[in-house]
Nanobody, 127 residues
Framework: QVQLAESGGGLVQAGGSLRLSCVASGGVFSRLTIGWFRRAPGTEREFVAAITRTSSSSYYSDSVRGRFIVFRDNAKNTTILELHRLKPEETAVYYC????????????????????WGQGTQVTVSS
């Protein structure tokens, strides 16, 4: 059973940056596709970014492309999501998710393809 633990959330001013981490345990990390999602109060969980098992490709939602960066270190069972130029409307709980499927642009945002989920880390962006 894979377990995911996010960290790095916090309070930041608009325009600032944060670095979120997701550490996996209980499975073979290099076999997992990793995604990041977020859920703002009163909204559905939405796709943010995803990265392939070997880091060969990464995908982003239109709203974060060019400002967020996702990468991973398979030797450390860790995925990082860097958030830059944050906006107040991006206040949300950010979740790390993992699945065993082959990542493509079409599948990156499909919640049901991700079997394992972390508890989330709160990101609050003040105006």
């Amino acid at each position: 059973q894979v377990q995911l633990a996010e960290s790095g959330g916090g309070l930041v001013q608009a325009g600032g940056s944060l670095r979120l981490s997701c550490v996996a345990s209980g499975g073979v990390f290099s076999r997992l596709t990793i995604g990041w999602f977020r859920r703002a109060p009163g909204t559905e969980r939405e796709f943010v970014a995803a990265i392939t098992r070997t880091s060969s490709s990464s995908y982003y939602s239109d709203s974060v492309r060019g400002r967020f960066i996702v990468f991973r270190d398979n030797a450390k069972n860790t995925t990082i999501l860097e958030l830059h130029r944050l906006k107040p409307e991006e206040t949300a709980v950010y979740y790390c998710a993992a699945g065993t499927f082959s990542l493509s642009e079409e599948r990156a945002g499909r919640l049901n393809d991700y079997v394992y989920w972390g508890q989330g880390t709160q990101v609050t962006v003040s105006s």
